[in-house]
């Protein structure tokens, strides 16, 4: 339920806020642009979220889609119905993903589930030494899955199992070594000269930032999967949409991420804040802390691009054109011999 007065409205102050009449927030609501719970007898209240949202950018012109992987209630993230503060201070990153994947984390993060190196793996990293490691991943990424194979009739167990092997090639590419077993946390940690005691921090920013329910990028996976892309592809239109420096509203998870840090500073607003932050205090290379936050969002990207499969909706956006007329009459080019 939402907390009375903080996370929601009545009906009365909601329409008066949007500056509707009550029968245009019902219409609202029926296309599921903004959320109500019941209150008590027939009353209903309204998440305040959605009011402001609608406030700031007008009623929204796209899909609405459901999904069961992600909730943003009263400031807080849930994963699959568990809060995303409680799975970083419990669970592995393997534990997590599995979570969000719901499937198996033995037979996902399985030791032999290991994508093989690259042809020339160490002439391809020598030649993107220089660049940051987000570049690096997304240039790598888009090198092997140019030839990633279509999955027309994969399982939910073929996702965790694809999401795995994703996860450690992105991290062996933004640590510039080859794919392996270890965690993922600890494979950036040796790769950026950091002691294992920063392994928990590392952590729990990958997990904090598995996802932000339908946001840009997540559109963007799901997009790619509708038209029938393969999951690797798929996520890595998702990457290609995600804005660190202007990712995120404010919710718990950077405050809790903010607590970690070994010195306090400012409380950051939004979780890539607080990763920005971490990597600051813990001395990542430049484009680190980036690299970290979007190893962190291919769980919830994969995710989505499990979920839509699933929903076997069509990719079938429609345009309308509004450009200049086909001119009339004979062409140009008709009175040439």
Same mark, same amino acid.
């Given at each position: ?170 991290? %062996? +590419? $933004? =640590?510039? /070594?080859? #794919?392996?077993? @270890?965690?993922?946390? *600890?494979? !950036? &940690? ?32 799901? %997009? +790619? $999967? =509708?038209? /029938?892309? #393969?999951?690797? @592809?798929?996520?890595? *239109?998702? !990457? &290609? ?32 804040? %607080?990763? $920005?932050?971490? /990597? ?10 980036? &690299? ?32 200049? %007329? ?12």
């Amino acid at each position: 339920m939402y907390e009375q007065d903080v996370d929601s409205l009545t009906a009365a102050e909601a329409a008066r806020a949007l500056g509707v009449t009550p029968a245009t927030l019902y219409a609202y609501v029926s296309r599921g642009l903004i959320r109500s719970e019941r209150a008590g007898g027939r009353a209903r209240r309204y998440a305040a979220a959605d009011i402001a949202a609608l406030k700031r950018g007008g009623p929204p012109s796209g899909p609405v889609l459901a999904t069961a992987i992600t909730l943003a209630r009263g400031g807080r993230i849930y994963f699959r119905g568990r809060d995303a503060i409680e799975l970083a201070q419990t669970l592995s990153v393997r534990e997590a993903a599995a979570l969000v994947w719901d499937c198996d984390p033995a037979a996902s993060f399985a030791a032999d589930n290991v994508p093989d190196p690259l042809p020339d793996a160490g002439g391809l990293h020598g030649a993107l030494a220089g660049v940051s490691p987000l570049a690096r991943m997304l240039a790598l990424l888009q090198l092997v899955a140019a030839v990633e194979p279509r999955w027309p009739h994969a399982t939910a167990e073929f996702f965790g199992y694809a999401g795995a092997r994703l996860l450690r090639f992105l991290a %062996a +590419a $933004a =640590a510039g /070594g080859v #794919p392996s077993a @270890r965690p993922i946390e *600890a494979v !950036l &940690a040796g790769a950026w000269g950091l002691d294992r005691e920063t392994r928990p921090l590392l952590r729990a920013g990958l997990i904090l930032s598995a996802d932000n329910g339908i946001d840009a990028a997540a559109l963007a996976a799901r %997009a +790619a $999967a =509708a038209a /029938g892309l #393969p999951p690797w @592809r798929s996520v890595a *239109a998702g !990457l &290609a949409a995600l804005d660190f420096d202007g990712e995120g509203a404010a919710d718990a998870r950077a405050g809790m991420l903010a607590t970690l840090l070994p010195q306090r500073s400012t409380a950051p607003r939004s979780l890539p804040q %607080a990763v $920005a932050k971490l /990597g600051a205090a813990l001395g990542f290379p430049a484009g680190g802390a980036t &690299a970290l936050y979007a190893i962190g969002r291919v769980i919830g990207l994969m995710a989505h691009v499990a979920e839509e499969h699933a929903a076997k909706r069509p990719c079938r956006a429609r345009g309308a054109y509004v450009g200049l %007329a086909p001119e009339t009459g004979a062409s140009p080019q008709s009175g040439r011999g």
